[in-house]
């Protein structure tokens, strides 16, 4: 039961990683200068953190 509460906890954290991600990448296609160049690319960043969540509640579920 713990280590599904791990993974929950885990899940939840790449969500919030994932809604702070689509907030960056909303900020950064609003900006007044489209050609400067940003540090991290939100949208591969994103990406990766909807698909850890997801392999985190796959485990969870499983397990």
Known sequence: MATQ?????AAAS??????GAGWGDH???RRRDPDAVGFF????????A????????ALAIRG
């Open 50 to 57: 909807i698909a850890a969540g997801l392999v985190f509640i």
């Open 5 to 9: 509460a791990v993974l929950l906890g």
């Open 27 to 29: 900020r950064r296609a």
């Open 41 to 48: 690319d939100w949208r591969t960043v994103q990406l990766v």
């Open 14 to 19: 790449c969500a919030a990683a994932a809604v």
